[in-house]
């Protein structure tokens, strides 16, 4: 076709007939531009015959100047009269499809190559997916239009083309050295099938990750569901106990079916991206995707389980909206019942939600048929969503996992497995979140608001507010067969319990959620907002003059810079002024001028708001807050002493804040963070011992600042210990317990005027308290009464000493000491 002037004219005739419909994007050009060997000759590979791809290949390749397949290419001393070739021949017009051959270009490439040491070629597979939407096994129309899987001729890609020609992607992937191949020396021949095997695996698995498995059609998905041994199982044992007919059982079955399965539709699918498109425009000043080249390189050959922090409902849409408009399969999402209102509803599950009740005790017939669907979405290869935190975060920090979902998963890949699984942390940070004024009440200490249709006039109306960008970071994926080898290295050899729980089960399923937890903090992205916030809630006053809120600001971004909290988390652009006129711009910072220069502050309300945006970076800080903290009562402390009472104190802060480091990592990270603060003057170095500056120097002050990040979990830490030493031993329960910390925090809030409602979160005592158990400090008796050993005092008045002020240490005393009735 490019041999002769006239079949390239007829070619560029073509490109440019087709492009007046033809509307077409490249996937992930500037990774993909990152791989190339620029003195290397570039050979493109397509997956099958089609000159409409070929043609749009083009385009994309002159648009982003790439060499172009339609030229020719020098390979060592002769020259290919074109730069690409066809795995496969196309179908003919009805579909019918010629027996597989080898393409000649790829045959001779080989020859060259191998006939010429000093020749070489990268291959670059190449796709073009028009439309993306998954087929439906019992769905003519999208077995004559959209990309599926389906073996289709000319008629389907001239119809393909004239309906989904203006959303056409492109996806380059990494080239493929042809040098290395042939260097293995297996022979031309078998060269050559390697090539073609690896080439065919390819592009089999890039087709699932971008428009994903076969769909069945949902009618026929929920009728099988009930006909699958489990669910007949928990039909049959709910006729004998429940006393029901056969036919009503299998009825209510099919209704649980129906309430929880999705019902994806590409047109809901196509609808909603043009919908989040004005919308995200709308409401943020960009989204910064940070680290997706990990996921489309785990897409191929695995089923993907996204598991993103949930802060706002905003979530799962910019996920699913992110990752299509990237060329991987939106995932079918677990929601919450609650979702499933009118309109909204219907909307979502063809947008891939399908729905699940809060609880599933009691019903083992609606546990049968929830399991059942979520195991046919894996082992049918779908990728999925949900969230481990279970519900949205009101405070800004990781919630601890909620391991339902885990544990069904684990227990649907023992059971059977078509592909590995590997989970995908997505961190999403907001600037300013969508809830943020419901959230306010919550954290006043108003209940939770049920969800209703109504809310999204509320949300309409606040498209005034300005809500800055958003971040998405793609965190470390968590591979489960490795982490299941760590945990139990011979689980593929011990059979499986009827249920697929083995006993080791629930341990691994605990472990799985914290390991995600703590990679989602990994992946934390640092804004404006949470630095500002930081600073200025370590304030007493919630306030600082403009140039010592931007030194403060200069130097927490310098600390992060100089020991990075993990290579997944990301840091602002600018300086400390930039920041700030930033935060102000969004009129979550106060000013006040005077002839001495301005004030920022915050105001009452958005001083609990920003506890919030905190929260979400603290466990970043903990550390060097921590270090920070020995300084304030010591003027020197040793090496050796930081390091015991560090490695004492960790593995709470690590429970409650999903802090990354191990216990054989912490001494050098510790290392790092003290030589940090000697390079910024926080801390002078005399051999072991380490010298805070003078209490009336600059540096003082901002040591001080960072110590108080940290300062309110040492308290809280601090009175729950004080509470259990004042009971005594074996007197008080850890629900007993867990109530005297809630009620003794609020008082002490009260009279110290904490503007951070979290202090008082009943759930970060009842964690702290079976952390305690965890590390064996305390233990139960036979009665259930808390038990300690007879150090434990000296032990918690030591690190307190060290750690707290005087007044604040008397101040807890005081508080817990007051009998129950009286604080109560």
Known sequence: ??????????????????????????????????????????????????????????????????????????????????????????????????????????????????????????????????GQSPDRETSPWKLLFADNWAVTGRLRKLLNIIIFGRKTRVQFSAPIQLRQLVEQSKGRERTLRMVQRVLRVHFRNLKTAVIGPDLSHRRTLVQGLIDEAPVSQAIADAVEVDGISLDKARRQALKYANEIASDYSYATIRFLETLLTWFWNKLYEGIKVSHLEQVQEAAQGHEVIYVPCHRSHIDYLLLSYLLFRNGLTPPHIA???????????????????????????GNPLYTAVFNQYLHTLFSRGF????????????????????????????????????????????????????????????????????????????????????????????????????????????????????DYRPDWLGQATNRLGEQIARHLNDAAAINPVNMVALALLSTSRLALDQASLVQVLELFLALQRQVPYSPHATLPQGDGEALIDYVVSMDLLAVQADALGKILYLKEQNAVLMTYYRNNVLHMFALPALLASFFQNSERVSREEIQQYVEALYPYLQAELFMRWSKDELPAVIDQWLQAFVQFDLLQQDGQDFVRPAPSSQQFVMLTLLSRAILQTLQRFYMAMALLLNGGQNSLSAEALEDLCTVMAQRLSILHGLNAPEFFDKSLFRHFIQSLLEQQVVSLDTAGKLGYHAQLEAMVEGAALRLLSAEIRLSIRQVTTVPPATGA
């Not at 050009?29 to 000159?51: C, G, H, M, N, T």
């Not at 919450?336 to 729905?355: K, S, T, Y």
Request: aromatic share 10%; hydrophobic share 40%; net charge positive.
């Open 335 to 361: 929601a919450g019942i609650n979702l499933n209102m009118p309109l909204i509803g219907g909307l979502l599950r063809r947008g891939g939600a399908f729905f699940m009740r809060r609880t599933f005790k």
């Open 383 to 498: 990728p999925v969503e949900y969230f481990v935190e279970g519900g949205r975060s009101r405070t800004g920090r990781m919630l601890q996992p909620k391991t339902g979902m885990l544990a069904m998963t684990l227990s649907s890949y023992l059971r059977t497995s078509r592909l590995p699984i590997v989970f995908i942390p997505v961190y999403i940070g907001y600037e300013r979140v969508l809830e943020g004024r419901t959230y306010l009440g919550e954290l006043r200490g108003a209940s939770k608001k049920k969800e209703s249709i109504f809310d999204i006039f509320k949300v309409l109306s606040a498209l005034k507010l300005r809500f800055g960008a958003v971040a998405v970071n793609f965190g470390q994926p968590i591979r489960l067969n490795a982490f299941l080898d760590q945990q139990q290295p011979d689980w593929r050899k011990q059979p499986s319990a009827a």
């Open 1 to 130: 076709m490019t041999r002769s002037p006239v079949r390239r004219l007829l070619f560029s005739s073509l490109r440019r007939l087709l492009y007046l419909w033809v509307r077409s994007e490249t996937i992930n050009q500037p990774a993909f531009a990152l791989k190339l060997e620029a003195d290397k000759p570039v050979i493109y590979v397509l997956p099958r015959q089609s000159l409409s791809d070929l043609a749009v290949v083009d385009h994309e390749c002159r648009q982003a100047g790439l060499p172009r397949p339609v030229r020719p290419v020098q390979i060592g001393a002769g020259a290919q009269s074109r730069a690409y070739f066809y795995l496969s021949p196309e179908g003919d017009w009805l579909g019918r499809q010629e027996k597989h051959g080898s393409s000649p270009t790829l045959v001779q490439l080989l020859a060259t190559i191998e006939q010429d040491a000093q020749s070489d070629a990268q291959i670059v597979p190449v796709s073009v997916f028009w």
